[in-house]
């Protein structure tokens, strides 16, 4: 399909590259409704897994499978050092001053829960101010209003532009009494890369802190905590090519240090007696129970995946990509694409004028094309673009310019259809 | 309405009869979505809170009435499929009593060839709307 206004682009030298990327993950062979190729759109929800993670995973259960921290057999020892060298591995890829800074949780999720509760509840005073970003996801948002709720302060949201992009004009105002800065590094609908360093460095000028979301943009290999320089981020496992159900919290050591922990149970004590108990050292301290071991080896191996590939080329792929996407998608008559930010990545929200997001979706499953309908964790801001849901496509490395192309056709069958069915 | 309306057994199985007669997917799809527009309008100011069913894909309205021993069942969605998915409930437990309701769980979805996930996914309001149909029917019952 030709259109005048696409971007030309010559994908040949990325090819090799992307076609081997592929190879490695073995759900991409997928046929789904009978015959059609999986077209799987919806990476912003979750990256398929690759065979290094698939291996690990596999190879913990079959030969090292114990608890860690405790045991002083062979395979606790085994889980125990691997458990640990994932710290390390995190620790390192993310620029931490220490691998006691790193907290191994189930998701960002928990992540964030755990700093609303372990700081926001010890540190929190009424008339204190949280802020937030008008484009967060719920997960950045709700754990906010209850310790809002619980301590009485209060929250603010610095807004987003038309363009989707942080309007910051009132920024220094709107920290005056600001404890907390907690935004979204990537947003998940619009794709905006948000200016983290900017916001930090203008936070910690009020003596605010601040969290950074990157359940979207740690997939994509953008978190230098030394360029950053926040105070807490938090990322998921799953989203980054690892296992669900593991997360990790970044904190500064001496933060940590001062909280209170979030869950009680075993791991994270050092003494117990009936009536009282004392914490265990970071990180440990925030580590209650049983961990996911596999799931946190498994995040090890994903980390590692990432870390061997060449990001000069895979961020200009993924550039090339989201642009071409964008505007074969502004091709489609009625369509408009939520998210004009400059820096974006590969989450694309749109909508069709007529054509309701769930019916969208539903048909183009029909042609094996996997993406997202719906509010997408974001109700707010969906309200706010004027829409009670949005389609999304999501993408990721190993997504190519035919699959793209896919959609694009597809769009245009279900159009048809509708345009038919309705006369 | 004039004359007796056939039975809620009747109803069903013209449906599914309907359905079975197209082969193609789409043609089902077609049918349905063709359901959803015949159905009269849903006033906008029934559109309360108490007669929205939020998913997280699309939204689905219900206005129950209980009267002289039937439930009259008015209904509508923001998404087309969902509507038309909408009419087929409709049509098949509106104007009935609470036992035939409650004797007639939605097994017709399946047989009718169409996605079971449509109807067990929480996403799209489809779920939690035969819930409310059947709670209507078990509160008007007692």
Known sequence: ??????PMVD??????TIDALRREFPILDRKVHGDKPLIYLDNAATAQ?????LEVLNRFYTESNANVHR???CLAEEATEAYEASRKTVASWLGAPSEKAIVFTRGTTEAINLVAHGWGNKFLKPGDRILVTEMEHHSNLIPW???ARRTGAVLDWIPVTGDGVLDLSRLDEQLASTRMVSLTHMSNVLGTVNPVRDVVARAHAHGALVLVDAAQSAPHSLVDLNELDCDFLAFS???LMGPTGVGVLYGRPELLEAMDPFLGGGEMISKVTWQDATWADI???????????AEVIGLGAAVRFLQSLDWKVFHAYSDALTRYAIAQLE???GLVVHGKAPDRGGAISFSIRDLHPHDLAHFLDQDGLAIRAGHMCAQPLIHQLGHSALTRASLYLYNLPEEVDALVRGILRVKEFFHRVLG | MSGPAPSIDADIRELVEEMRLLEDWQFRYEFIIELGQALPEFPEEWKTPDHEIQGCQSQVWVYPEFKDGRIYLRGTSDSLIVRGLVALLLKVYSGRTPGEILSHPPDFITEMGLDKHLLSTRSNGLNALIKRIFQTAEAAKA
């Open chain 1, 331 to 333: 091709s489609i008559d």
């Open chain 1, 283 to 293: 990180p440990y301290k925030f580590e209650a129970g049983t961990p996911p071991i």
């Open chain 1, 11 to 16: 994908w040949s030298d990325w090819r090799p």
């Open chain 1, 237 to 239: 496992g799953h989203k």
């Open chain 1, 49 to 53: 897994k690759p065979k290094a993670v």
């Open chain 1, 71 to 73: 045991g002083i057999h």
């Open chain 1, 145 to 147: 209003q209850m310790l």
């Open chain 1, 1 to 6: 399909m030709s259109n005048p206004a696409s």
